[in-house]
């Protein structure tokens, strides 16, 4: 019997035990703002004996039975949560990690993977057509930077509130060319 995917709730046994990880695949796409089509979990980690030890004893608390054929650095599992796929991965987890970022998905802050990684590996893996969504959303990304000036570092405090204002200004500058430049004036 399949059980109902719970992505938090394995995200969060994750985190009690202390793992490591990077989140890929749907969960990760969908944290970048993708469609939210999850049927499982996709978490890359390091592969060091300490942390495959967390993550056996996550495995146990989610009650999770190995599914499939398990290829090298790579297993499915079947958890009391759903589905869950870990990729372990040699050196190159240190840039994935870096590149990420920590996000808030609805209580569980978990490092997700960057878009860029999140393509790559879409295409390393032959869903090219997810990778060409994901590039889809960057490009409409970038188009809204174009179209209401550079995003504000989020460093500055409070960023929301200042790209928030930025885009008040560049729409106002926008209305007043296009009143006063074209002729149009507003008549009261």
Not at 57 to 74: F, S, Y
Request: charged share 25%; hydrophobic share 40%; glycine share 10%.
């Amino acid at each position: 019997m399949a059980h109902p995917i719970e992505p938090l709730r394995m995200l969060a046994t994750l985190r009690s035990h202390g793992v490591s990880f990077v989140l890929v695949g749907g969960v990760a796409s969908a944290a970048h703002g993708g469609p939210i089509a999850i049927d499982d979990v996709d978490i890359c980690i390091p592969q060091d004996r300490d942390n495959l030890r967390k993550v056996s004893l996550a495995l146990q608390q989610l009650g999770a039975q190995p599914i499939g054929e398990d290829e090298a650095h790579r297993s499915s599992y079947l958890t009391n949560a759903g589905r869950l796929d870990v990729i372990e991965m040699g050196t190159s987890f240190a840039g994935l990690y870096e590149r990420g970022c920590d996000e808030d998905l609805g209580g569980v802050v978990a490092r997700v993977a960057s878009m860029a990684d999140l393509m790559e590996l879409n295409r390393r893996s032959g869903d090219l057509a997810n990778a060409a969504h994901l590039a889809a959303l960057v490009g409409n990304a970038e188009e809204d930077i174009d179209e209401f000036g550079p995003a504000l570092d989020e460093r500055d405090w409070p960023g929301w509130l200042q790209r928030l204002w930025t885009a008040f200004e560049n729409v106002d500058a926008f209305l007043t060319r296009k009143i006063y430049e074209d002729g149009n004036q507003i008549r009261s």
